[in-house]
T-cell receptor, first 114, second 121 residues
Framework: AQSVAQPEDQVNVAEGNPLTVKCTYS??????LFWYVQYPNRGLQFLLK??????LVKGSYGFEAEFNKSQTSFHLKKPSALVSDSALYFC????????????FGSGTQLTVLP | DAGITQSPRHKVTETGTPVTLRCHQT?????MYWYRQDPGHGLRLIHY???????DKGEVSDGYSVSRSKTEDFLLTLESATSSQTSVYFC????????????????????FGPGTRLTVL
């Protein structure tokens, strides 16, 4: 069975500082990893994904994520946080054996303080 | 929201009544999914469809049924709603399969609708 852990329910960061939202995963075989963002009363918006290739993936709105196979992690990062980045962030995983079944983490609420 | 609409957007109903939620897409994507979102659980897959009349169960399918008679519509039915089904329901779509060199199944990104907030009293 595949699983995702987002160890922090809440992350606070000052505007202009770098931010990191953590994600670790467990899956059989090679993982397909995704990050989504959810603003209040909205659906999930796709940010970025890792399938294969370069371990550093760049996505929307200046976000990037680094795939680390040895640590089974896929942390989301941004060099300089904006107040408008405040939202709920979800990490998700699937695998070649179950590519249609995304398993989500429980989410991390990011608050960027002005 | 990638050409996906959900209806209704909000619904309040009573225990024991049937409820049907509709997902409509204009992207002609093959795959459609129903998830529920609950605090502390993230999103959990209820059912998904890989074509007209082709569906399969997800992680939390008990108490739910689905139907897909047209490419663009995917219906989620609660035959007899219970309070434990109070949740926010999201539909998602993804495109055709992408075959990689290894022969493994592709990695289509799922795009989500705006959600339906269902309250069962």
């Amino acid at each position: 069975a595949q699983s995702v852990a987002q160890p922090e329910d809440q992350v606070n960061v000052a505007e202009g500082n770098p931010l990191t939202v953590k994600c670790t995963y467990s899956v059989s075989g090679n993982p397909y990893l995704f990050w989504y963002v959810q603003y209040p009363n909205r659906g999930l918006q796709f940010l970025l994904k890792y399938i294969t290739g370069d371990n550093l993936v760049k996505g929307s709105y200046g976000f990037e994520a680094e795939f680390n196979k040895s640590q089974t992690s896929f942390h989301l990062k941004k060099p300089s946080a904006l107040v408008s980045d405040s939202a709920l962030y979800f990490c998700a995983v699937s695998s070649p054996g179950s590519a249609r079944q995304l398993t989500f983490g429980s989410g991390t609420q990011l608050t960027v303080l002005p | 929201d990638a050409g996906i609409t959900q209806s209704p957007r909000h619904k309040v109903t009573e225990t024991g009544t049937p409820v049907t939620l509709r997902c409509h897409q204009t992207e002609n994507h093959r795959y459609m999914y129903w998830y529920r979102q609950d605090p502390g659980h993230g999103l959990r897959l209820i059912h998904y469809s890989y074509g007209v009349k082709d569906t399969d169960k997800g992680e939390v399918s008990d108490g739910y049924s689905v139907s897909r008679s047209k490419t663009e519509d995917f219906l989620l039915t609660l035959e007899s709603a219970t309070s434990s089904q109070t949740s926010v329901y999201f539909c998602a779509i993804s495109g055709t399969r992408t075959t990689q060199a290894s022969g493994s199944v592709g990695t289509d990104t799922q795009y989500f609708g705006p959600g339906t907030r269902l309250t069962v009293l």
